[in-house]
């Protein structure tokens, strides 16, 4: 933003409600009589204090009118706004959103900077629903960078001891507050008190010292770099204050150091194996992020900020926050209904050539056929034999033809190149080649088709899914009670349909179907706004009953991997009717290979993957300055570190599938076909044990024919040739 003269100075929202000499705000009646001197003084330094913040969008809240005198500021924006919240309410999104957009001609980066002019008399101080006064929606939001929230005070030493709460600190965010002591005159530098949110009052090993407030006197030009330079040097230990959170706000990493103790952790060369016996994957990883800092003893800390556990992005839309990706989640499915083998006789017996071979094969019987037959005036199925014979590699020859074609005198070469050719090419060559491919086929596992390619738009289908399928870790946090978990898992799938039906992208009309049928149950309309009460109420209790009944015909069903498998996804999985369990790829492949060991009668098959619930995961993470976890989040994913924490954990800790509670142990070799009449193996004992049985009645055949044919011919003589004779 270029600089403004004087003359083309704007002022580009004033709101000036309050003209009366007594003024009432939030209870308390102000005498604005009485405060003119320290009016006066801020009057006389306040376009200084502007001026340190020029490349800001700034805003000023005064009680009053404020008059600036003949010391009008150059430098713009700059705003006068009221306190009243009854006015303006929505100041600061107002602004947020339409001066964020303004364009600039400086190469300074965006800044606010919000001046609040004697902010104790206009009862900011006092308790509130909001738990701190900053977070008002007439400020600027606190998780926008580079915010300054500059205080022009005579209370100092109030201000200072409002600011040492913690439910205050934990709401500042990226803000940074600075403080004027309005009481001090000099005019010669400007003194400003700066806050260091990450203040540890006691001396602490392995934590740099530092003070609660930091005294800065500088020139106005000078002020905004030594606070640039301050504000980066405090944000970095916010790595000393991080935790992370279970259920009912329980700190994970504090309980985990009570059980295992920090002492233990460093002197054992399996502590971390301990530790990933004690909690989830989120704490463990919590722990190896923050590790730095817990076993230098620094648990004990009074943490600002949390790690959430990682979630589905299109969950959240807060301005300001981070998001670390960390991959795309892909859900697969079982089932074994309308399972069909692909691994028939006649199938396996084809498998080897592909069908253009088999026509080019045919296509050539047929025509050598057709050249011999017209060749030798014989029957046509001489030479089909004589070619199946030939093919098949079984003992075959010339001779008959041979002397039917000599007797005639013709000429035989033309005959013998062509057989020639098809033994060579045909009988020996394709034919070993057939075998080779045959026999390597024949190991290779029987393969079975499900009738779905997605399960989502099927009618009348039951889909299982586990509870925390879509919500992560995050259900951890949930108290274990039907109403909370079933409340949870629903308003996870209402919401992410909420989504795709509004984006209108693919699937959005089952999207539509499955959200239209769940709202009624949260007592929502289209908007996601409560209207009435319905079976989810707004907050619920942990005495809250809950009917299972209520949603049994809608076709998600939460369930859970137990011991007695007392939500019956094997008893429901094994009817083989339209049912499948959903869950993540992996998963999917272990319980696959579960259910066919374990049901050896049923076949399963899994389902090449599900793009209905496919999202991007990560972990969104608060707004704060020089954010110590998102910084390791990224070197961990980048680097390949999070996919080798993944494997130790679930090698130490492994998910508790079917498998586990049947205490299935697992394949320990590729799988291969078994020997049962449902596999591609016995196809082969099939192809022997035909041939066998040709050659056997062949074999009877030739026998009856040498032994009997003499005897035959003899009695047909006797019999019928005396009959001819007369």
Known sequence: MAKFSAHHFVILAQILTRSLTQTRVGGTTIDVTNNNATLDIIRDNLTDYLLAFENCTTMVFTLGKLSWGTKRPTHGPVMLLDYDDRISLVTGEVIQNKFSLVRRRIPAPHCWATFTILPEKAGLFEKNEYYTFIILPIFIYTSWPLNYFIMMTGAKQDVEIYFRRGNVLAYLRRTEVILVDVTIEDNSLLRLGYLNLYHQPTRTTGMEHSEAWYHIHCAPADCFDQLAVLGKNTSMLNKYFWTTTGMLGQNILSNVFGEIGISGMRGSRYGYQWLANLTSFHGFLSFVILQDTLVSGLVNLTPLHNIDPMQIMAFWRFAGVSFVMNNVQKFSF??????????????????????????????????????LTSLLRRHISDAMLLLIGISLENSASLSVYETRFRQKRYPISGVCTLVALWTIFIGTILTNWYKTWFTMDLIVPAGYKSPWTSIMDVEGIKILMPFDLLAGNVFDRVPPVDYFCYKLFYIQILIYCDNIRKLQVNNWKTAKSLFNRLKPHFGMDDNLMQVRNATFSPKGSLSEPYDKNALLDYPIQPVEYDERDSYGVIKSLKTCEKVALMDTKENIAAITMFLNDYQAKVTYVKGDGHSFFTAVRGWVLPPVRSNYVEKRLTAFVSSGILTHLKILHNLWKPKKLLGHYANWTGSKFEAVSRLDFSSKVTTGFYVCGIGLLMCIVLLLAEIMK?????????????????????
Request: aromatic letters at 16%; charged letters at 10%; proline letters at 3%.
């Open 334 to 371: 079982v089932s074994c209904y309308g399972i069909k083998g692909n691994s028939l006789m006649l199938a396996a017996l084809s498998t080897p050539f592909d069908v253009t071979i088999w026509a080019c094969i045919s296509i050539c019987f047929s025509i050598v056929v057709l050249i």
């Open 706 to 726: 040498y032994k009997y044919s003499p005897k035959v011919n003899c009695w047909l003589f006797t019999n019928f040739g005396n009959a001819i004779d007369e």
